[in-house]
Antibody, heavy 118, light 109 residues
């Protein structure tokens, strides 16, 4: 059974950093396209970042240069390192699994809340 | 950047048909995916590659895509279909961005 479990969310001050984790089971993270998607309170879905099975990474303009997506193959875990956080980064962050070749997000975690506030 | 526009809301009576549009420049040339999100829950993929359904999704959910508009159709609407729906495309050829639509709230009257 495919499972995705996010962790690492919490309250952080503006300008601070946070690292989100997404522990996967039932499949191999490195063999699939993996993405982070966020949702601000009361708002729609916003794509954040993707890492391809080959290792290429891409980011939304709103987070480029501040966020870094990565994976640890030995732990079968996806990460999102978030630096220079802003109030507008406040959201529930979901990790989601695509397929080995396309970003069709067939599996999602339950999400972790990140609140950026002083 | 590529923009996907959806109507904010659609209302439908039980047993009737709901149609949710997703507008984008030449969207017919892209693969469109649709997600259902109920309050407090993660999104669920209900249609992928314009018109295919993942296992476990009722046949009442169908999709089409042509020209500048993709459409998610929910037939014989049930109370449990009340949710937010989002379309999504992936630009694999240029900037590799994933784009979500603005979202549509489906209300079952």
């Amino acid at each position: 059974e495919v499972q995705l479990v996010e962790s690492g969310g919490g309250l952080v001050q503006p300008g601070g950093s946070l690292r989100l984790s997404c522990a996967a089971s039932g499949f191999t993270v490195s063999s699939n396209y993996m993405s982070w998607v966020r949702q601000a309170p009361g708002k729609g879905l916003e794509w954040v970042s993707v890492i391809y099975s080959g290792g290429s990474t891409y980011y939304a303009d709103s987070v480029k240069g501040r966020f870094t997506i990565s994976r640890d193959n030995s732990k079968n875990t996806l990460y999102l390192q978030m630096n220079s956080l802003r109030a507008e980064d406040t959201a529930v962050y979901y990790c989601a699994r695509g397929s080995p070749t396309v970003v069709t997000l067939g599996y999602w975690g339950q999400g972790t809340l990140v609140t950026v506030s002083s | 950047s590529y923009v996907l526009t959806q109507p904010p809301s659609v209302s439908v009576a039980p047993g009737q048909t709901a149609r949710i549009t997703c507008g984008g420049n030449n969207i017919g040339s892209k693969s469109v995916h649709w997600y259902q999100q109920k309050p407090g829950q993660a999104p669920v993929l209900v249609v992928y590659d314009d018109s295919d359904r993942p296992s476990g999704i009722p046949e009442r959910f169908s999709g089409s895509n042509s020209g500048n508009t993709a459409t998610l159709t929910i037939s014989r609407v049930e109370a449990g279909d009340e949710a937010d729906y989002y379309c999504q495309v992936w630009d694999s050829s240029s900037d590799h961005r994933v784009v979500f639509g603005t979202g549509t709230k489906v209300t079952v009257l």
